[in-house]
């Protein structure tokens, strides 16, 4: 089956840059989506189609996806931003998430 | 506004049958999917399949393929997923999430429901 990894955690300081990447054999065949996840709410899309951001997502939130690797940069980090963040793509139909990323903003 | 509102937690036993709803309001039902997510406790987002809200065409994630039915009602806008012979591995939340015909992406969540399975 298809899989997407993503690096279990990711740590940031306030104001820095995060990159959270996702590897997979057919990146670059399929549209890539991130999705955020606070403790206890369901989770948010942040970027779709590689590089889009849904209406209400800050611009510091961007997306991008070339050979085998997506990427979810957020530059300019807030405090707000800890979270899980999921990667999430398409094969032939079939959806497959990421292993999913803690960002921790210390 | 936009909203999916999924049924009540549930307890069952092993073997037994659930069955979720998601109701949909504010936009219209038909032109839209209706995807299934689920995540077990601690654990990472899996993905169980989508419904075609209008046609009612549906696929089925494989791992769930034998056990997972969703179906729609187009008359109350609201989705459904059944899972059968539940096993203490079910236990998660379950999602249910709008999305294009593009799959483009899942921009609207329900609140999740909780399923558990224990004897």
Redesign the interface.
């Known amino acids: 089956?298809y899989e997407l990894t993503q690096p279990p955690s990711v740590s940031v300081s306030p104001g820095q840059t995060a990159t959270i990447t996702c590897s997979g054999v057919k990146m670059g065949e399929t549209?890539v989506?991130w999705?955020q996840?606070k403790p206890g709410q369901?989770?948010?899309?942040v970027i779709?189609?590689d590089t889009e951001r849904?209406s209400g997502i800050p611009e510091r939130f961007s997306g991008s996806n070339a050979g085998n690797t997506a990427t979810l940069t957020i530059t300019g980090t807030q405090a707000m931003d800890e979270a899980?963040y999921?990667c999430?793509a398409?094969d032939s139909?079939?959806?497959?998430?990421?292993?999913?990323t803690k960002v921790t903003v210390l | 506004q936009v909203q999916l509102v999924q049924s009540g937690a549930e307890v069952k036993k092993p073997g037994a049958s659930v069955k979720v709803s998601c109701k949909a309001s504010g936009y219209s039902f038909p032109g839209y999917y209706i995807q299934w997510v689920r995540q077990a406790p601690g654990q990472g987002l899996e993905w169980m399949g989508w419904i075609n809200s209008n046609s009612g065409a549906a696929k089925y994630a494989e791992k769930f393929q034998a056990r997972v039915t969703m179906s729609r009602d187009k008359t109350t806008s609201t989705a459904y997923m059944e899972l059968s012979s539940l096993r203490s591995d079910d236990t998660a939340v379950y999602y249910c999430a709008r999305d294009t015909v593009a799959l483009s992406g899942m921009d609207v969540w329900g609140q999740g429901t909780t399923v558990s399975v224990s004897s």
């Open positions: 089956s549209f989506c999705y996840q369901s989770p948010l899309l779709y189609q849904p899980d999921y999430q398409w139909n079939t959806g497959v998430f990421g292993t999913g």
